[in-house]
């Protein structure tokens, strides 16, 4: 990656046309290709670039101050160009293959810890099985209670009213199995919108809040899991 910390204006042309007009900013050319310029502000977002397939190309200014300039083209006739006035820093670093993010607490991360401690939901649950599968879809998890009563269980990082009306359709669905019926519902989330809430207690479904950390046994385990 080369990063260059520069004193520039910078024009697009394209799709529309667009002008930066002088200002000291962040230049970054990636491994694969892709130019980006960032200000010091704005959070991760650059303020203008170009995305690989493209290509650059550096013309070097004659002298006496005269200007660099960087043209970045790709095949679809965009053009960036880059005009640098100062340079305050220039370096090239190797970084390297990136492994990739690996995020904590995602939907299914919550799925495979509730179907392993089912009976956080309350005692004597059991599960049938993940992924229950249906016409349209699957079913997080289908579990039973204490009584023996089918219990379809939708889990959400974050409960919206969205989760909660595909909760009612699987419900829908599986209500017509004499095999399963009745089924209740249960929508799990970690934070749960006042709308959701709203409109799965009108339906007869029960919300439960998940603490993810004490469900993984990271937080202090005085506190309860709802």
């Known amino acids: 990656m080369r990063l260059l910390v520069a004193r520039c204006t910078v024009d697009y042309q394209g799709r529309l046309t667009a002008h930066l007009p002088e200002a000291v900013r962040l230049i970054m050319v990636k491994a694969d290709g892709s130019v980006l310029v960032h200000a010091d502000g704005g ?3 650059p303020l203008n670039w170009m995305s690989p397939p493209c290509w650059l190309t550096e013309h070097e200014g004659a002298g006496d101050g005269e200007p660099s300039v960087w043209v970045v083209e790709n095949k679809a006739a965009e053009r960036l160009t880059i005009t640098v006035h100062e340079v ?3 370096s090239e670093h190797e970084l390297g293959t990136d492994p990739g993010l690996v995020k904590d607490g995602v939907e299914s991360h919550l799925q495979k810890l509730l179907a392993e401690h089912v009976e956080s939901f309350g005692p004597g649950w059991t599960l ?3 992924e229950y599968p249906t016409a349209i879809g699957p079913v997080d998890l289908l579990c039973r209670d204490a009584d023996g009563s089918t219990v379809a269980v939708e889990i959400k990082r974050r409960g919206e009213i969205d989760g909660v009306e595909q909760l009612s359709r699987y ?3 599986l209500n017509r199995d004499p095999l399963l019926a009745p089924v ?3 929508f799990a989330a970690q934070e749960i919108k006042p709308q959701a809430k709203t409109l799965a207690q009108d339906r007869g479904i029960r919300c439960l809040v ?3 950390e004490e469900l993984k ?3 202090d ?3 309860r899991l709802f």
Do not use: A, I, N, W
Request: glycine share 8%; aromatic share 8%; proline share 0%.
């Open 221 to 223: 385990s005085s506190q």
């Open 217 to 219: 046994g990271t937080s």
């Open 43 to 45: 959070s991760y977002k």
């Open 128 to 130: 049938v099985r993940r």
């Open 210 to 212: 998940v603490d993810y």
């Open 171 to 173: 419900l829908e669905l």
């Open 184 to 186: 209740s519902g249960v």
């Open 88 to 90: 305050l820093h220039d």
